[in-house]
């Protein structure tokens, strides 16, 4: 059983910087991919960013690519999500996945999932 918690999240001004956190349980963290989804009302999941494995090998949806970190501390079994210049179209509900097995950017085939982190931007 993994558990996944985001923290982090609030509102925000246009430019400004937030740093979200997921603590997960589980003492195979490091062997997980572990990826970010948002998703703001009436839309669909999106993908964010996603860390396939502790050596560092990372992705990003080209709509964060250059403003966004995504990075783990396997020690503290917590992912983290750096998102810097932050813009109104960021703000949504963010959420932290995890599976042993997925490593893409699909959300239905993540198998663990957090309750999510509101992050607002404002103009």
């Known amino acids: 059983q993994v558990q996944l918690v985001e923290s982090g999240g609030g509102l925000v001004q246009t430019g400004d910087s937030l740093r979200l956190s997921c603590a997960a349980s589980?003492?195979?963290?490091?062997?997980?991919?572990m990826a970010w989804f948002r998703q703001a009302p009436g839309k669909e999941r999106e993908f964010v960013a996603v860390?396939?494995?502790?050596?560092?090998?990372?992705a990003y949806a080209d709509s964060v690519k250059g403003r966004f970190t995504i990075s783990r501390d396997n020690a503290k079994n917590t992912v983290y999500l750096q998102m810097n210049s932050l813009k109104p179209e960021d703000t949504a509900v963010y959420y932290c996945?995890?599976?042993?097995?997925?490593?893409?950017?699909?959300?239905?085939?993540?198998?663990?999932w957090g309750q999510g982190t509101q992050v607002t931007v404002s103009s």
């Open positions: 996945a995890a599976d042993p097995v997925y490593r893409g950017t699909y959300p239905n085939e993540y198998g663990y």
């Open positions: 589980g003492r195979t963290f490091s062997s997980y991919a």
């Open positions: 860390s396939r494995w502790s050596g560092g090998m990372t």
